[in-house]
C-alpha cells in the first residue's frame, strides 16, 4: 500500500470511530436526523451500485424497504433480533431473485415501470393480507431497539456497503458490469452471461435496501403499509444518487447527505409542497448535472494537468 | 499448422429467419473449412449481416442448423457461443468509449472459461495491441481513437477470445487505400496463424485476394458458391450487384 492510502485507511477509521461515539454527545434530535443521513446514505449508495453500472433506473426501493420493515413488525416479537435480520435478508434476496430474473431482460423504460409497479403490487398484496387475514391494517413493533442501536446498526451497514461495493469493483463481475453498461451487445460477445451478472447485482443490492427497512422498522412504534411501502422513498434514492452520481461508487452519498438535509428542512417548513419541490429540484439535477457532482468534479480537474502516475484500478 | 484438414470449423445449413413478412435469411447452406477464409457477398440488404448475428447468438434462427467445431450452436445464447470460440466485429464498428484501449482488450480476456491469470491477461493486452498496430497505445481512451484504429481495437477485443472462428463484417470499410493494405496484410497474417475466418465484404480487391471460396447472398437466398474468381463472373451475382442496387 501507498502512503496515502495508509493515510486515507487511517482517516477513514478515525472518521468511522468519531461517528461510532457521536450518539453519546448528540440529543435526540441530532441523533434523529443522523439516522436519516445514514439512511438514505446506505439506500442511495445500494441502489447506485445496481444502477450506476447497469444503467437500469429502479423505482423498486421502496418495495425491498418495505418488506425488510414488515419482516420486523411481524417476526420483531417472536425471534431473536439477528435472526429476524437473517430472515429478511434471505425474504428481501429471493424477491429480487425473482424479480430480477423475471426483468431483467426487459429494456430500461419497461424496467422503470415494472419496478414501480411492483412496489405497489406488494404493497396491495399487504394491505389485501391484512385486511383479509389479520382483520388489522396496522401492526406495532414492539422489540427493544434504543435510537442508538439504529444508529450504529446503519453505520456498520453503510461500511458493509461501501466494503462491498469496493470489493466489487474490483472484481471480475465489477468489470463485466460496467462493459454492460457500455454496451450489452459486446458484453454478451465477450463471453459474458449478462442476465447472471445483473441479477447478482439486483440482488445485493436489494439485501442492503432490505435490511435499512428491517433496520428502521423500531423508529416506528407503530407501522402500516402506507408507512412502509412509501413511493417517495424510491424517487427521493434516485434524486441523490443521480445528485452525486451514480457511476462512482461514493458519488450517491455526495447526493444524499444534502439532499437529505434539504428534504427534512422541507418537510417541516413546507410539508404541503415537499413533494413538488422534490420534483423540481429532480428535473434541475438530470438538467444540469447529467452525470452528478461527482462527473462534474471529475471533468473540472481533468482540465488541469494530469500528474504523471500509473492509472489506478478504477472503480 | 495451416495444413488445411478437410473438417469443417462452421456448418451452416437451412438456416432462416424472418422479420415479419421479410425472410432476411433463407435456407442458407454454408460452411468454412479450418484455416480457410470464406467470403459472404451480396448486395445491400440482402441478409449477410443478419446471417452473422444469427451465428453468433444475437439473433435466434427460425430454422436450420448451425454447428461449430462440432457442436450445435443454434439458439444458445451469444456468450456461450463467444466461451465456444467464435468472435465477430460489428459493421457499425463498437468500442467501448468509456474505458482505455487496454481496457477494451482486457474485456475479451477477462471471461475465459477457465479464467486466464492476471499476469496472462496483462501480457495478451500487450501482445493484442501489438498485433493489430496499437503498440502503447493501451493507456489512452478509446473515445480518442481515429476510425481505423477503432477497427484495429475491436479486432484485438475479438482476437483476445483466442478464437477459432472469426466473422468480420465489412472490417474494412471506409478505409482509405493505404489502410486497406494494412488491413488485408493483418487479415492475412491472421490466416497464416491458422484462424478460419468468415469475411463479409464489398471490398473486390480484399476478396479476390483473402477469399479461399465465396457465398453470395441476394434478398436472403444463395445464388452463388465457389472460388472467388467464378463467383464474381457469374451472371447471377452480377445482375443481382448491378440490378437491385448501385454499390459501392
Ligand atoms: N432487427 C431487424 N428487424 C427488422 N428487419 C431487419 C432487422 N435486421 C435486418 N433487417 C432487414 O433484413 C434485411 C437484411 O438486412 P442485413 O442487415 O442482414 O443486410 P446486409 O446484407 O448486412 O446489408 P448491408 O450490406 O447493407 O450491411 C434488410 O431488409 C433489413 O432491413
Ligand atoms: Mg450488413
Redesign the pocket.
Same mark, same amino acid.
Given at each position: 500500500m501507498s502512503p496515502t492510502q495508509i493515510a486515507a485507511l487511517a482517516a477513514g477509521g478515525a472518521g468511522l470511530v468519531v461517528l461510532a461515539l457521536l450518539p453519546f454527545y448528540i440529543d435526540a434530535y441530532y441523533l434523529s436526523l443522523s439516522i436519516s443521513l445514514l439512511q438514505f446514505t446506505v439506500l442511495a449508495t445500494a441502489w447506485g451500485l445496481f444502477s450506476g453500472p447497469t444503467r437500469y433506473v429502479s423505482l423498486a426501493t421502496t418495495a425491498f424497504f418495505g418488506v425488510g420493515a414488515y419482516t420486523v413488525a411481524v417476526l420483531g416479537e417472536l425471534l431473536a433480533w439477528p435472526l429476524v435480520l437473517l430472515i429478511a435478508t434471505a425474504i428481501g434476496a429471493l424477491m429480487a431473485l425473482i424479480v430480477g430474473i423475471s426483468t431483467l431482460r426487459l429494456s430500461g423504460l419497461h424496467f422503470v415501470i415494472f419496478t414501480f409497479g411492483l412496489a405497489e403490487l406488494v404493497r396491495q398484496l399487504v394491505i389485501w393480507y391484512e385486511v383479509n387475514k389479520t382483520r388489522v391494517l396496522g401492526r406495532y413493533v414492539f422489540v427493544d431497539i434504543t435510537q442508538s442501536d439504529i444508529y450504529w446498526q446503519l453505520l456498520a451497514l453503510a461500511v458493509a456497503v461501501f466494503v462491498i461495493g469496493w470489493l466489487i469493483a474490483r472484481s471480475r463481475l465489477g468489470f463485466a458490469l460496467r462493459i454492460i453498461g457500455e454496451d450489452e451487445t459486446v458484453a454478451k460477445h465477450c463471453g459474458i452471461n449478462v442476465t447472471l451478472a445483473k441479477v447478482t447485482l439486483f440482488t445485493i443490492s436489494a439485501v442492503f435496501i432490505t435490511l435499512v427497512g428491517a433496520i428502521m422498522a423500531p423508529r416506528w412504534t407503530y407501522i402500516e403499509p402506507s408507512i412502509a411501502f412509501n413511493p417517495t422513498i424510491s424517487f427521493q434514492v434516485v434524486i441523490m444518487a443521480l445528485l452525486g452520481g451514480a457511476h462512482r461508487l461514493w458519488g450517491p452519498a455526495v447526493g444524499s447527505i444534502p439532499l437529505t438535509l434539504l428534504f427534512e428542512f422541507l418537510s417541516t417548513r413546507f410539508p404541503a409542497t415537499s413533494t413538488l419541490i422534490i420534483g423540481i429540484v429532480f428535473l434541475l439535477i438530470v438538467y444540469a448535472l447529467p452525470s452528478g457532482v461527482v462527473g462534474l468534479w471529475e471533468r473540472v480537474s481533468r482540465r488541469k494537468p494530469e500528474p504523471p502516475v500509473a492509472p489506478q484500478v478504477q472503480a | 499448422m495451416t495444413a488445411a484438414s478437410p473438417a469443417p470449423v462452421l456448418e451452416v445449413s437451412g438456416l432462416t429467419r424472418a422479420?415479419g413478412g421479410?425472410v432476411?435469411v433463407n435456407a442458407i447452406d454454408l460452411a468454412v473449412q479450418t484455416g480457410q477464409i470464406v467470403g459472404l457477398l %451480396?448486395p445491400? %440488404?440482402? %441478409?449477410? $449481416? $443478419?446471417a452473422l448475428n444469427l451465428m453468433s447468438g444475437v439473433l435466434r434462427p427460425d430454422s436450420g442448423s448451425i454447428r461449430f467445431a462440432g457442436q450445435a450452436i443454434e439458439g444458445l445464447p451469444a456468450h456461450r457461443i463467444a466461451r465456444l470460440g467464435l468472435a465477430r466485429t460489428f459493421?457499425l464498428v463498437r468500442v467501448l468509449n468509456g474505458m482505455s484501449c487496454a481496457e477494451n482488450v482486457k474485456a475479451g480476456l477477462a471471461f475465459h472459461r477457465p479464467p486466464l491469470s492476471r499476469g496472462e491477461i496483462d501480457e495478451s493486452v500487450d501482445r493484442l495491441l501489438r498485433r493489430v498496430g496499437l503498440a502503447n497505445r493501451g493507456g489512452l481512451p478509446a473515445s480518442g481513437l481515429t476510425y481505423i484504429d477503432c477497427k484495429r481495437l475491436e479486432l484485438a477485443r475479438a482476437l483476445a477470445l483466442k478464437p477459432r472462428l472469426l466473422l468480420l463484417d465489412?472490417w474494412l470499410a471506409g478505409l482509405n487505400p493505404s489502410e486497406l493494405l494494412i488491413g488485408i496484410e493483418l487479415i492475412r497474417s491472421l490466416k497464416d496463424e491458422g484462424l478460419s475466418i468468415l469475411l463479409v465484404e464489398h471490398v473486390m480487391d480484399a476478396i479476390r485476394s483473402l477469399c479461399d471460396r465465396c457465398v453470395v447472398m441476394n434478398s436472403g437466398r444463395r445464388i452463388a458458391e465457389g472460388r472467388p474468381d467464378e463467383v464474381l463472373a457469374d451472371p447471377a451475382v452480377i445482375e443481382a450487384y448491378l440490378g437491385v442496387s448501385t454499390d459501392a
Amino acid at each position: 500500500m501507498s502512503p496515502t492510502q495508509i493515510a486515507a485507511l487511517a482517516a477513514g477509521g478515525a472518521g468511522l470511530v468519531v461517528l461510532a461515539l457521536l450518539p453519546f454527545y448528540i440529543d435526540a434530535y441530532y441523533l434523529s436526523l443522523s439516522i436519516s443521513l445514514l439512511q438514505f446514505t446506505v439506500l442511495a449508495t445500494a441502489w447506485g451500485l445496481f444502477s450506476g453500472p447497469t444503467r437500469y433506473v429502479s423505482l423498486a426501493t421502496t418495495a425491498f424497504f418495505g418488506v425488510g420493515a414488515y419482516t420486523v413488525a411481524v417476526l420483531g416479537e417472536l425471534l431473536a433480533w439477528p435472526l429476524v435480520l437473517l430472515i429478511a435478508t434471505a425474504i428481501g434476496a429471493l424477491m429480487a431473485l425473482i424479480v430480477g430474473i423475471s426483468t431483467l431482460r426487459l429494456s430500461g423504460l419497461h424496467f422503470v415501470i415494472f419496478t414501480f409497479g411492483l412496489a405497489e403490487l406488494v404493497r396491495q398484496l399487504v394491505i389485501w393480507y391484512e385486511v383479509n387475514k389479520t382483520r388489522v391494517l396496522g401492526r406495532y413493533v414492539f422489540v427493544d431497539i434504543t435510537q442508538s442501536d439504529i444508529y450504529w446498526q446503519l453505520l456498520a451497514l453503510a461500511v458493509a456497503v461501501f466494503v462491498i461495493g469496493w470489493l466489487i469493483a474490483r472484481s471480475r463481475l465489477g468489470f463485466a458490469l460496467r462493459i454492460i453498461g457500455e454496451d450489452e451487445t459486446v458484453a454478451k460477445h465477450c463471453g459474458i452471461n449478462v442476465t447472471l451478472a445483473k441479477v447478482t447485482l439486483f440482488t445485493i443490492s436489494a439485501v442492503f435496501i432490505t435490511l435499512v427497512g428491517a433496520i428502521m422498522a423500531p423508529r416506528w412504534t407503530y407501522i402500516e403499509p402506507s408507512i412502509a411501502f412509501n413511493p417517495t422513498i424510491s424517487f427521493q434514492v434516485v434524486i441523490m444518487a443521480l445528485l452525486g452520481g451514480a457511476h462512482r461508487l461514493w458519488g450517491p452519498a455526495v447526493g444524499s447527505i444534502p439532499l437529505t438535509l434539504l428534504f427534512e428542512f422541507l418537510s417541516t417548513r413546507f410539508p404541503a409542497t415537499s413533494t413538488l419541490i422534490i420534483g423540481i429540484v429532480f428535473l434541475l439535477i438530470v438538467y444540469a448535472l447529467p452525470s452528478g457532482v461527482v462527473g462534474l468534479w471529475e471533468r473540472v480537474s481533468r482540465r488541469k494537468p494530469e500528474p504523471p502516475v500509473a492509472p489506478q484500478v478504477q472503480a | 499448422m495451416t495444413a488445411a484438414s478437410p473438417a469443417p470449423v462452421l456448418e451452416v445449413s437451412g438456416l432462416t429467419r424472418a422479420f415479419g413478412g421479410l425472410v432476411a435469411v433463407n435456407a442458407i447452406d454454408l460452411a468454412v473449412q479450418t484455416g480457410q477464409i470464406v467470403g459472404l457477398l %451480396g448486395p445491400n %440488404g440482402s %441478409g449477410k $449481416t $443478419t446471417a452473422l448475428n444469427l451465428m453468433s447468438g444475437v439473433l435466434r434462427p427460425d430454422s436450420g442448423s448451425i454447428r461449430f467445431a462440432g457442436q450445435a450452436i443454434e439458439g444458445l445464447p451469444a456468450h456461450r457461443i463467444a466461451r465456444l470460440g467464435l468472435a465477430r466485429t460489428f459493421q457499425l464498428v463498437r468500442v467501448l468509449n468509456g474505458m482505455s484501449c487496454a481496457e477494451n482488450v482486457k474485456a475479451g480476456l477477462a471471461f475465459h472459461r477457465p479464467p486466464l491469470s492476471r499476469g496472462e491477461i496483462d501480457e495478451s493486452v500487450d501482445r493484442l495491441l501489438r498485433r493489430v498496430g496499437l503498440a502503447n497505445r493501451g493507456g489512452l481512451p478509446a473515445s480518442g481513437l481515429t476510425y481505423i484504429d477503432c477497427k484495429r481495437l475491436e479486432l484485438a477485443r475479438a482476437l483476445a477470445l483466442k478464437p477459432r472462428l472469426l466473422l468480420l463484417d465489412e472490417w474494412l470499410a471506409g478505409l482509405n487505400p493505404s489502410e486497406l493494405l494494412i488491413g488485408i496484410e493483418l487479415i492475412r497474417s491472421l490466416k497464416d496463424e491458422g484462424l478460419s475466418i468468415l469475411l463479409v465484404e464489398h471490398v473486390m480487391d480484399a476478396i479476390r485476394s483473402l477469399c479461399d471460396r465465396c457465398v453470395v447472398m441476394n434478398s436472403g437466398r444463395r445464388i452463388a458458391e465457389g472460388r472467388p474468381d467464378e463467383v464474381l463472373a457469374d451472371p447471377a451475382v452480377i445482375e443481382a450487384y448491378l440490378g437491385v442496387s448501385t454499390d459501392a
